[in-house]
């Protein structure tokens, strides 16, 4: 009896929400909707971008300090020499080269220079090249050698730095 009792409001609240009471409503959605006709616009057409070669590698990087130029650097004139031919240790960075090294007898001193695995050393004389940033060999003694080296610094001008090399007290064994 106490179901029924709850069942029975239940339904008559339901049925006062029947269609009748939105009946002016839904009349005048239905005369709103006659003249109206969905319509999608076409897409547009999409064209295709033209293909274009990507050329850019070969110019210098506008964050390169190459880029920087002073009036300093522009009149600069101590350039080395960029058009004589390369010699074989200027192809290796001059931190990757090792001093084993030196030997002096009658024809004058002369270096031997580890190059990375698995090279044999190298002989330099005073005059000769070695390292990536124009080093040149200047001088050769009991105890090592000097190589002076040509680099742009911050402004754009050539500038040398001294890199002495020395001969490993341990005979070179690590």
Known sequence: MRHLALVFPVLLVLTACGPAEHADLKGWMTEQA???KGKVPELPRIEPFPAVSYEAETYLSPFSALKIVTKDAAADKSSP????PRQPLENYPLEDLRLTGVIVDGAGPH????????????????G?????NFGKVTAITRDGITVVETVKDTSGAWVEREVPMFVPRDGGKK
């Open 34 to 36: 006659k003249g109206m």
């Open 81 to 84: 020499d960029q058009q004589r």
């Open 111 to 126: 270096a031997l220079i580890q190059t990375p695995p698995p090279n044999k050393p190298k002989h330099v004389r005073v």
């Open 128 to 132: 000769e090249f070695m390292g990536q």
